[in-house]
């Protein structure tokens, strides 16, 4: 392979704020916020309310719970995502150059593509890092690498990975996580619970398989670990109806109930606000708050080894015929 025909792998997650402070989380909420993937709502009456009332009094109270999870690496999920680059370009080594990219902040989906153009990548395989497919999630990732291409003279050809919600590398990547984050419980749980990211009702009618798709990955994973995994969806946001069970009502049921829980959240690939503060910290005192007492939050497949050796094969499935 010549010097100007290399393959790129771009990992894509969601994105993060630049730093734990009103300013940076204002910069990105803007950004976020501003998908029409992500609010479904006509932008004649959508900007006046997001400019208004949220992007005025969200960013503060959201910088506070970034400042409780941030590290001297800075955010979590842009710390791992850099790491999961690192460990799949070792695992990969010259067959192909891997870098990593935000769909919102830094660094950019589009600044990423030029980069690996330049560094002589013809070909370049796009991974969103979402296994289960969602409009206001996966699709971005399209639309910001697509709205990219079409200012280019010179375009690499794309590929992307496809979800991958009943994988068996993904569910055997899962089972061994859970598997070991148990183990190392001084309790045994009496209900594992899986927390996916929560989408509006509407999305689902509309036709978005992220549901079933997450209702697949719970269902696969409990076969596998031959112990039932309930599900919650967490992360609600404004009046509209939610996919339910909310994970808050069901840890505050499963307390009141006096059950023992163990909770992940096998949707996302890095460790993140949403988990950190909102599960691991919020949930412990929801759930504390209605009575229950031995409750733990199980870490995201992160850059582990179950993790990276699952991403590897997913990769290098979609780079056959490249590599």
């Known amino acids: 392979m ?13 994105g993060t704020p630049d ?32 400019r208004g009332a949220i992007l005025t009094t969200r960013p503060r109270k959201s910088a506070e719970a970034y400042a409780q999870v941030w590290t001297e690496a800075g955010s979590p999920l842009a710390a791992i995502t850099r790491a999961q680059a690192e460990k799949l370009q070792a695992a ?27 560094a002589g990548c013809r070909r370049i395989l796009i991974a969103p890092l979402y296994p289960q497919y969602c409009a206001a999630t996966t699709a971005t990732v399209a639309d910001a690498a697509n709205a990219h291409l079409a200012t280019l003279r010179w375009q690499p050809a794309l590929r992307f990975l496809p979800p991958y919600p009943d994988d068996g590398a993904y569910i055997g990547a899962l089972k061994i996580s859970v598997e070991a984050g148990l183990a190392a419980l001084d309790f045994t749980p009496d209900v594992l619970l899986a927390s996916f990211h929560g989408m509006p ?4 009618a509309l036709g978005d398989p992220y549901h079933d ?11 596998a670990l031959g ?29 009141a109930a006096g059950s023992s ?23 412990k005192e929801q759930f504390a708050g209605a009575g229950g007492r031995q409750f733990a939050y199980l870490p995201c497949l992160n850059d582990s080894a179950p993790g990276m050796t699952m991403l590897e094969t997913l990769v290098r ?3 056959a015929g490249w590599l």
């Open 2 to 14: 010549s010097a100007d025909d290399r393959i790129g792998v771009l990992l894509v997650n969601l």
């Open 19 to 50: 730093a734990p402070d009103p300013a940076s989380v204002r910069r990105y909420l803007a950004q976020f916020l501003s998908d029409r993937r992500v609010v479904e709502i006509p932008q004649i009456l959508w900007q006046p309310i997001l």
């Open 92 to 118: 990969l080594g010259d067959a192909a150059l891997v870098s990593h990219a935000m769909r919102y902040g830094q660094p950019a989906i589009g600044a990423s593509i030029d980069a690996l153009f330049a």
């Open 201 to 204: 009702e509407r999305t689902r």
């Open 213 to 223: 798709q997450c209702r697949d990955t719970a269902r696969r994973l409990s076969e």
């Open 227 to 255: 112990h039932p995994v309930e599900v919650a969806f967490q992360s609600r946001f404004g009046r509209a109806k939610w996919l339910e069970p909310a994970t808050d009502a069901t840890l505050a049921r499963l307390g």
């Open 261 to 283: 829980v163990a909770i992940f959240a096998p949707g996302f690939a890095a460790d993140c606000l949403e988990t950190l503060e909102e599960l691991a910290i919020r949930g």
């Open 317 to 319: 499935r979609e780079l």
